[in-house]
């Protein structure tokens, strides 16, 4: 049988690299399979998505490419993909920088309309697209009040408007919680089976996504190391290429509670509410000092919002929070960060700056500190975060995992008490998982720390105590070993009956 | 702010809209006259009235506007000037009894002047909000398509509307990053400078989220082809058609007076001199 796609000899060098991106690479891929690409970051997924998508060179043309890409009978280098008789259909990673309409049937129709196509059939594709994803009573609606899953939605509804042959996913579950993902991952399932869609996935999730996929191959340095799906179940294997194993077991959580010492963080009755739509109730709980905590939640369960409150950013509608005794409030800007540090989810949003040594140094900029200390702060932090030799780099050319180093050290140089993690490794692949948790622990030696995450497998590999945040209420303020195990599945909260356990 | 208007299905043509609007502009320009143009200012609230819009939005346009008309009418009576020879009528303001400051006032002509200009821009402003608030933006654009204005230039109009909010939004990531790190960004003083400080990492994360649109754009065929289409299908009704009729006539009217057919220029000052 001939392939639907074909990678012949391919290798693709970004303009400004010696080292190519993907090297000599042959892949087969039939009508109707559902193709799962692994690999460490780096290993080139993104890149072979934006080549097998047509993005590489219809849209990037800066690189170099050798060999070919055929589509069905087609070269993909010659046709762009909307134009294929077999289109391809991509959904990017982050689904908010795609979305640029203001109505959602805006957003769906913009292909078909670059098409050409008569408005009756602009419409028919339209509704059907947004049948297809669950979206179609929302239609009328404004993108900008969608949850992160309904974006996602909306950015599959847009490809298949294009009545493609085949799907290229770029991490289509990073970002978004596991509930989510799940939905995303099963309309993506029903999507193929009942449109016959050819659909590539890449992905860190391996556990997840390996459900609805029936071919996994695995990169690494821009080459096919295994194309086996049974590669997964292969521990040794995926610990040396930084993947996911299947049978990861769940961590015990840490050394039992610390119950003795001083209370650093007192939080008491915190209500919050945002426009009339509450987002905290009355939450109650305390921190005792160089105790690593762990606040597990869905999306929009407060998360966020409620590091915002501890590190005094948002000021609580009502309730107290007392660090060493003292309101929050009552802390100058200076003082406060000297107390509690938050690293903000996505370290791209952490980034100030565009040089290494200036965004670590930008708090002792602000306080105008002597050079000498400044230098003194620099070194020790780089040291630290194992970013020797970094200071002159350019804070968006260095890799992902590294800028949220760099935005550590930029809190560390206040030398906080309280460290605050903001979903520290959404979207990120194992092997930055495992070096995170390493890092973490290294951390709470000197630190407090508060980690916020959906992820409990990674919760418990680093926190005392971990609470669970659902809806704004602390729903359990203690998990202990046996719940952990049972909700490794992390099964949709609200189908179990959690108990409440006293503090 | 739209989703809580309703848009009746009933509602003008963008286009047409666009027309009639240009051309109520076009005549009041031409106009220099302090009572036509108030006139022509409680003709577009009657517009405003008849367009059904939420209490909510109209009583906070009538606040805005009246805001603006003491804004306006008061900058313009004191900083206007009038060449001595025109000057005419003189008001009292306070009595020359009253010593050293008495028998201050204003000339009436100014205050004449002031009243055009005002109700000139408010009319304007008046009527650019109602057409925008009245008008859906997807159907704006359409227009803006069927009124042969180019591809690029009406998705870029879409994306910078869109992305207001989103700026907005990384604005205040970056306001509470730079919290963290020490800056108080509350009280006006912290709001200016964080101004400074937050505007240069704005535009690098601006621009690095516009290559990711720019992906996005591609993958879903833009220029495609050469003629786009539209989902929307504008079709002319009979509405429509009576308002063009409308628009033609204010045309031809702001030609009859820019010709000077008959003067209608001086009629607020000849019932000035009248009354006083």
Known sequence: ?503 | MQNSLNFSSSSLDPRVKLIASMSFLMLISTIHDALILFISFIAVLCAWLLAKLPIKTVSYFLKSIALLFAFMFLSSTVFSRIAPKERLTFIEVIPAVIPIIGGSGIYAEILLASITFSFRTLSLVSMALLVSLTTEPSRMVSALRKLRCPYELTIMVIITIRFIPLAIEQWKKLAAVANVRGIATSGIIGRIKSIKRLFTPLIIHSIRRSMQLAYSLDARGFRATKNPTTMENLQLGSRDYLMLVFSVLLVALSIIVLLEVFSIQNISVELLKLVV
């Open chain 1, 1 to 503: 049988m001939k392939p639907l796609i074909h990678v012949e000899n391919f290798s693709y060098w970004y303009s400004d690299t010696e080292k190519p991106a993907l090297k000599e690479l042959n892949l087969k891929i039939n009508k109707g399979e559902r193709l799962l690409i692994v690999g460490p970051s780096g290993c080139g997924k993104s890149t072979l998505i934006l080549c097998i998508s047509g993005l590489i060179p219809h849209s990037y043309s800066e690189g170099k490419i050798k060999g070919n890409i055929t589509v069905g009978s087609e070269n993909l280098h010659r046709t762009p993909p909307y134009h294929l008789k077999n289109k391809v259909g991509v959904v990017l990673q982050n689904p908010s920088a795609q979305l640029f309409s203001l109505k959602i049937k805006d957003e769906v129709a913009f292909g078909p309309q670059n098409l050409g196509l008569p408005p009756e059939e602009i419409q028919e594709r339209v509704y059907f697209a947004l049948e297809a994803v669950g979206m179609e009573k929302f239609a009328e609606n404004p993108l900008t009040e969608l949850s992160m899953g309904q974006q996602q939605r909306v950015c599959i509804a847009s490809m298949l408007a294009f009545r493609p042959a085949i799907m290229v996913f770029d991490e289509p579950t990073s970002n978004i919680d596991l509930k989510t993902g799940r939905k995303i991952l099963a309309l993506i399932d029903q999507i193929s089976e009942n449109q016959n869609i050819t659909v590539i996935i890449a992905e860190h999730r391996t556990k997840e996504v390996s459900k609805i996929t029936d071919r996994v191959i695995v990169l690494n340095r821009g080459e096919i190391v295994a194309d086996d799906p049974q590669i997964l179940t292969d521990t040794k294997f995926c610990n040396t290429y930084g993947i996911q194993p299947l049978n990861t077991t769940i961590y015990p959580l840490l050394q039992s509670n610390i119950t003795n010492g001083s209370k650093i963080l007192q939080v008491e009755n915190l209500t919050f509410s945002y426009n009339n739509h509450s987002v905290l109730t009355d939450l109650s709980f305390s921190i005792f000092e160089r105790e690593s905590l762990g606040i597990m939640g869905d999306n929009g369960s407060g998360k966020t919002t409620l590091a915002l409150i501890l590190a005094g950013v948002l000021k609580p509608k009502q309730g107290s929070i007392m660090i060493d005794g003292k309101p929050i409030g009552n802390y100058k800007r200076k003082q406060a960060i000297r107390k509690i540090g938050v690293l903000f989810q996505n370290p791209d949003d952490n980034i100030l700056t565009t040089k290494v040594s200036n965004e670590i140094l930008y708090a002792p900029w602000i306080q105008r500190l002597s050079e000498d200390e400044k230098k003194k702060l620099l070194n020790e932090n780089l040291a630290l975060m194992n970013l020797k030799g970094y200071d002159n780099k350019g804070t968006f050319k260095i890799s992902y995992g590294e800028r949220e180093r760099v935005a550590i050290a930029s809190l560390l140089v206040s030398q906080p008490d309280i460290l605050i993690f903001d979903e520290p490794t959404t979207g990120q692949d194992y092997k930055h998982k495992q070096d995170f948790i390493r890092l973490a622990q290294k951390l709470n030696e000197t630190h407090t720390l508060i980690t916020i995450s959906h992820d409990l497998e990674f919760l418990s590999a680093i926190s005392n105590r971990v609470l669970l945040l659902e809806s704004g209420k602390i729903m359990v303020t203690h998990i202990n070993k046996n719940m952990a195990q049972k909700h490794s599945r992390q099964i949709p909260t609200e189908s179990v009956q959690l108990p409440t356990v006293e503090n």
